[in-house]
């Protein structure tokens, strides 16, 4: 079992910043990979951004040179730095830990708002 909590979300004006928490608990040896989705109203969630286990990432083009994905393993914290916001990236954030061996898992968070005003 595998429990995730987002954090750091709120209301913040285009061209500012945020970063965003996911703190993990429970059995996390089983975890190969953790990222972030997100989802706008009316619109498919989305993947934003995922750390692998070797520390390689990826981003979706919307958030390449803007986004940064990383991780305390210390802490079992992932994060999401987000620079240069924009009003298309208001979305609710969900962080996401998968397990890429048999028997595959996919965990989830509930989410954290951010709005980004213009």
């Known amino acids: 079992q595998v429990q995730l909590v987002e954090s750091g979300g709120g209301l913040v004006q285009a061209g500012g910043s945020l970063r965003l928490s996911c703190a993990a608990s429970?059995?996390?040896?089983?975890?190969?990979?953790m990222g972030w989705y997100r989802q706008a109203p009316g619109k498919q969630r989305e993947l934003v951004a995922i750390?692998?286990?070797?520390?390689?990432?990826n981003y979706v083009d919307s958030v390449k040179g803007r986004f940064t994905i990383s991780r305390d393993n210390a802490k079992n914290t992932v994060y999401l730095q987000m620079n240069s916001l924009k009003p298309e990236d208001t979305a609710v954030y969900y962080c996401?830990?998968?397990?890429?061996?048999?028997?595959?898992?996919?965990?989830w968070g509930k989410g954290t708002l951010v709005t980004v005003s213009s």
């Open positions: 429970g059995s996390i040896s089983s975890i190969n990979a």
């Open positions: 750390i692998a286990s070797d520390g390689s990432t």
């Open positions: 996401n830990a998968a397990r890429h061996s048999y028997p595959y898992r996919n965990y």
